[in-house]
């Protein structure tokens, strides 16, 4: 965890302070969204609901907050709906940035106008419907609104090498998705889909604990020459 001194808070009329981070921020940062997800989920003033915008509306406030009254996150901020860096016609769900403070990370400035890492929301189940694609957390036939699938491609993330994804699973367990997501990928890469390999499978981080949280990671090569980016794969169960 960040140590208290990285607080940023700054008078009116003063520059941010400059913050040096190690480079395992950005993992510290995953393992403090996964603490935080069961606590969003069972927040008794959360209203129940199923759809994924809205759902990562609520995660994003409940962030937030986790990050204000936390010792040492409060440098952050968490965003929705942020325009991508290079692919400006395109969204990602949900961004952290910093927060009254420039952080440096690798000799690598960041301001609030910066995402750290790109952060991509999926239900487990994909929601039935015209040009939908069961396997849309990792693929998608009619598009290129696969979750994997769009960092693979570049068209997410392009200028990072570490991003996540959130799965909301509304139905089954974990375990049963990892078999699922294993399966799909598995046949991807059967049916030479181009740039798919068993490379681009999942691997098991923590299983589900007992708050229904799983963590999983991958690691992908990417197109135009990008350099590979890992994936986190951070999986509440909602039901």
């Given amino acids: 965890m960040l140590a208290k001194s990285a607080n940023a808070f700054t008078a009116p009329?003063?520059?941010?302070?400059?913050?040096?981070?190690?480079?395992t921020l950005r993992h510290e940062l995953l393992a403090f969204i996964a603490y935080e997800l069961p606590r969003w989920r069972d927040h008794p003033d959360r209203?129940?609901?199923?759809?994924?915008t809205i759902l990562t509306s609520q995660l994003c406030a409940h962030l937030n907050s986790a990050a204000r009254h936390s010792d040492g996150w409060d440098i952050l901020q968490f965003r929705i709906e942020e325009t991508d860096e290079q692919h400006k016609d395109r969204k990602i769900d949900l961004v952290p940035a910093p927060c009254g403070a420039t952080l440096w990370i690798n000799g690598r400035r960041h301001v609030d106008f910066d995402s750290l890492l790109p952060i991509?929301?999926?239900?487990?189940?994909?929601?039935?419907?015209?040009?939908?694609?069961e396997r849309e957390y990792v693929f998608s036939k009619h598009s290129t609104t696969g979750g994997?699938?769009?960092?693979?491609?570049?068209?997410?993330?392009s200028v990072h090498e570490?991003?996540?994804m959130i799965a909301y699973?509304?139905?089954?367990?974990t375990a049963i998705w990892y078999?699922?997501?294993?399966a799909w990928i598995s046949d991807l890469v059967a049916s030479n889909q181009p740039g798919w390999t068993t490379n681009d499978l999942l691997q098991v981080e923590h299983d589900a604990n007992a708050a229904g949280v799983a963590v999983?990671?991958?690691?992908?090569?990417?197109?135009?020459?990008?350099?590979?980016?890992?994936?986190r794969h951070l999986w509440v169960r909602m039901n």
Avoid: W
């Fill in 162 to 164: 570490l991003a996540a």
């Fill in 13 to 23: 009329g003063t520059l941010s302070r400059d913050v040096h981070l190690p480079a």
């Fill in 169 to 173: 699973v509304q139905e089954e367990t």
């Fill in 216 to 231: 999983y990671r991958s690691s992908h090569t990417r197109e135009g020459n990008l350099p590979i980016i890992e994936l």
């Fill in 47 to 52: 209203k129940a609901e199923t759809t994924e």
């Fill in 179 to 182: 078999k699922r997501v294993t």
């Fill in 120 to 133: 991509e929301c999926k239900r487990l189940p994909t929601p039935k419907g015209k040009d939908r694609d």
């Fill in 148 to 157: 994997m699938q769009r960092f693979k491609a570049g068209h997410h993330g």
